[in-house]
């Protein structure tokens, strides 16, 4: 991987216009709150972390029509937290759609402001009770992380107590809560999706955990169609429903390798534990496969069959939706709800099929790509 451009610490790289344009004027709805008020003792915080680091290590992300701008303090993190989304790196100078301070306490020396919360304040998806209105907190039990993000000025901070403690799924599918917020637009929305494609032209693949959306966008890479994820992607439903490339990585549970021989011979340096998943560098197993976007022409819910031939059948545009939005809105915290609407248009107006997967799945591909051609022909 590239170095990273090394900046001045900031919350901007000093050299582009957004460093040198004067912040907006305060608004009633950007005038300091609780909230807000804590945001604004982590950006400082990262600023001194950075400061203690050397500067900020400074990458763009292009998904879709947004550009997301990380700056990192010091280099720990990058690692972490920029290999998954590094098939997005951006160059340019142009203004960001959201800017991200990323910091952790061990690399740097700064610590932590005190949190305002209390453990029971802790709700479902790691949701701080009584925020929300302005800033979105999340606090991550499992790993000790914050994030926040402030709708209002399109600016985030992610903090960790050190890069040791990055756990396995965050670096397989990173920073997830604050690029729901920042992409989010009408229409525009994360879903808990994958999404494979030929030629610029798709399949959405839609299915609770363990419903087998790794296996199938794992065996289309194989077979040599494009990969855009296995797990969230970002849906765009202004004019032709789009799908968008979120992480050049997939988890694979160790039992399904079998099920893909194209990455049979996976290693543990892909697993992020003993006991947990494989995560696979899908960019570095099939290079030129990951893209960036491609047209949405039908919703493909796979189906672990214990037996059976893998087949696909038409289904309902009520079931389809039935599987794509429960899991999209409760994983996510704050999810917008407008979601829905734009989950439900993409249903209506694009044909589903339910993917059984029996016990020989070596047709996956051929069914998919049959799929992909029928909507492109409908």
Known sequence: MARPQVAEPGIAPASSPAARRPPPAPTESSRPTRGRGYFAELEAAFLDAARGAGGSFVRDLSIGPCRVRLHFAGPALVDPLFRAVAHLGAAGDGPPSASVCLWDSASTGVRVPP???????????????????????????????????????????????????????ERAAPLRPLLSWALAAPGRHLVHAGAVARDGAGVLLAGKGGSGKSTVALLCAGAGLDYLGDDYVLLSTEQTPTAFSLY??????????????????????????????????????????VKGAAAVKAVVLPRVATEGRTRASRVSAAEALRTLAPSSMLQLPYAQRDSLASMAALVAGRPAYALELGPDVSNVPGLIADLIEAGVRA
């Open 115 to 169: 949190f305002p919360w209390a453990g029971e304040d802790i709700v479902a998806r790691g949701e701080v009770r009584g925020y929300g209105d302005d800033v979105r907190v999340v606090y991550e039990p499992g790993f000790g992380g914050v994030t926040m993000f402030d709708p209002v000025s399109r600016r985030g901070v992610f903090w960790v107590p050190g890069p040791e403690r990055v756990p396995w799924y």
């Open 248 to 289: 050049g990585t997939a988890k694979l549970a160790p039992g399904g390798l079998t099920r893909v021989p194209a990455v049979a011979g996976a290693t543990g340096e892909d697993r992020g534990s003993e006991e947990e998943k494989l995560v696979l560098d899908v960019g570095r197993r099939f290079p030129d496969r």
